[in-house]
């Protein structure tokens, strides 16, 4: 139990539907992330919130929506999204988030995306 | 560019073997830096976090250490177990407001019975 839940574990979707990957922490954290894995790259960033309000959108195409509704929930909304998408798209809290922040950041067990 | 490299990608040591895996930064001025285990198919589980003012950290078998000056780190592992079988990353934290880590791309390790 890593108190960072996500939901659906596996998501397999067509280019023109819509979906929403959930994510749901019980830490008390004020911080929540939105990373992409894929297959031989490195973990990357694609959206930061603070106390519910976003202070990071690293370059990401807009067919990724995100949504912060409370300190608590995360959302990603999906669509017309592309083969490349496909990836394991992992969530992750911290406490709080800043230049001076030296609190780890704990993560869900992602939810696996495949595109056909 | 700030970029974060581990070496080997790959390692496989019989069980009872001490290691060490390795993480470079090219940007030297870190906040932090964090050691990650990732199981197949699962997330994330944090090890162990060096703050830029520490030269290392332990915990149990795990033994990290950070090198600010040279841009790297190491994760020592004593007496390696098959449960440590995972994926091991490595990820510094440049401060900002956006909070970010980067990554390394990690190591697979796998230890043999």
């Known amino acids: 139990e890593t108190g960072v839940t996500q939901t659906p574990r596996h998501l397999v979707m067509g280019m023109t539907n819509k979906k929403s990957l959930k994510c749901e922490q019980h830490?008390?954290?004020?911080?929540m992330y939105w990373y992409k894995q894929s297959a031989k790259k490195p973990l990357e960033l694609m959206f930061v919130?603070?106390?519910?309000?976003?202070?990071e959108n690293n370059s990401v195409p807009s067919r990724f929506s995100p949504e912060c509704p409370n300190s608590s929930h995360l959302f990603l909304h999906l669509h017309t999204l592309q083969p490349e998408d496909s990836a394991l798209y992992l969530c992750?809290?911290?406490?709080?988030?800043?230049?001076?922040?030296?609190?780890?950041?704990?993560f869900g067990d992602g939810t696996r995306l495949s595109i056909l | 560019k700030q970029e974060v490299t581990q070496i080997p990608a790959a390692l496989s040591v019989p069980e009872g073997e001490n290691l060490v895996l390795n993480c470079s930064f090219t940007?030297?001025?870190?906040?932090?830096l964090q050691w990650f285990r990732q199981d197949p198919g699962k997330g994330l589980t944090s090890l162990l976090l060096?703050?830029?003012?520490?030269r290392e950290q332990t915990s149990g078998r795990l033994n990290a250490s950070l090198d600010k000056s040279s841009g790297r780190s190491t994760l020592y592992i004593a007496a390696s177990q098959p449960g440590d079988s995972a994926t091991y990353l490595c990820?510094?934290?440049?401060?900002?407001?956006?909070?970010?880590?980067?990554f390394g791309k990690g190591t697979k390790l796998s230890v043999k019975p």
């Open positions: 992750a809290s911290s406490s709080t988030t800043g230049p001076n922040s030296n609190q780890p950041q704990h």
């Open positions: 830490l008390g954290h004020n911080a």
């Open positions: 919130y603070n106390f519910k309000e976003q202070t």
């Open positions: 940007d030297s001025a870190i906040y932090n």
């Open positions: 060096i703050q830029s003012s520490q």
């Open positions: 990820a510094v934290y440049y401060g900002g407001s956006q909070g970010n880590l980067i």
